[in-house]
């Protein structure tokens, strides 16, 4: 099982996240951080059920990014691609890898994409960038069938995604 040290909120991309990149394809996509710098987006091992994109430092493994397969059926069921993991390495955080490796991959899928259940504070911190960014794009859904538009209103979520644990909040084409 790969090491990943998140209890004190570092991220390790350790060597043993290289199985899910022992094949490696580049593709069309390029992510540019903050400081203007460009990383080509690169695909790893793919099935039915996942597919892994990450970004490289030379062989570094420094972002990656998983999104599981739509599971209608599954334990947290959706009808969508969702987002299974997302990590950057302490090193390289707050330069927006995260956030805009989610773009690239979405703007690949064309088909909206779920939040994970189970939301860090990071992640909650990048959809917390992506719902003034998309303006009527992003909503809340439950299991059941139930949707609420999300914005921003007064500078704040609305509703706040997070009170509704059970819900997840889904990028719309």
Same mark, same amino acid.
């Given at each position: !099982?790969? %090491?990943?040290?998140?209890?004190?909120?570092?991220?390790?991309?350790?060597?043993?996240?290289?199985?899910?990149?022992? &094949?490696?394809? *580049?593709?069309?996509?390029?992510?540019?951080?903050?400081?203007?710098?460009?990383?080509? @987006?690169?695909?790893? =091992?793919?099935?039915?059920?996942? $597919? =892994?994109?990450?970004?490289?430092?030379? #062989?570094?493994?420094?972002? +990656?990014?998983?999104?599981?397969?739509? #599971?209608? =059926?599954? #334990?947290?069921?959706?009808?969508?691609?969702?987002?299974?993991?997302?990590?950057?390495?302490? %090193?390289?955080?707050?330069?927006?890898?995260? +956030? +805009?490796?989610?773009?690239?991959?979405?703007? !690949?899928?064309?088909?909206?994409?779920? %939040?994970?259940? =189970?939301?860090?504070?990071?992640?909650? &911190?990048?959809?917390?960038?992506?719902?003034?960014?998309? *303006?009527?794009?992003?909503?809340?859904?439950?299991?059941?069938?139930?949707?609420?538009?999300?914005?921003? @209103?007064?500078?704040?979520? &609305?509703? #706040?995604?997070?009170?509704? *644990?059970?819900? +997840?909040?889904? $990028?719309?084409?």
């Amino acid at each position: !099982m790969p %090491s990943l040290g998140v209890s004190d909120r570092q991220t390790f991309l350790t060597h043993a996240q290289g199985f899910k990149f022992n &094949s490696r394809t *580049p593709t069309p996509l390029v992510v540019t951080d903050t400081t203007g710098r460009t990383w080509p @987006v690169i695909a790893g =091992n793919a099935d039915a059920d996942e $597919r =892994n994109f990450g970004l490289f430092d030379g #062989d570094q493994l420094v972002a +990656r990014l998983t999104i599981q397969a739509p #599971d209608p =059926n599954g #334990d947290c069921p959706t009808p969508y691609w969702s987002i299974g993991k997302i990590e950057v390495v302490n %090193s390289h955080q707050k330069r927006g890898l995260g +956030r +805009r490796l989610i773009e690239q991959v979405f703007g !690949m899928l064309g088909a909206p994409l779920a %939040s994970d259940l =189970n939301q860090t504070p990071e992640g909650a &911190s990048i959809w917390r960038h992506l719902i003034p960014l998309h *303006p009527g794009k992003i909503e809340l859904h439950d299991g059941a069938g139930g949707i609420v538009p999300v914005a921003i @209103v007064g500078g704040a979520c &609305s509703p #706040d995604p997070w009170s509704f *644990p059970e819900w +997840r909040l889904v $990028r719309l084409p």
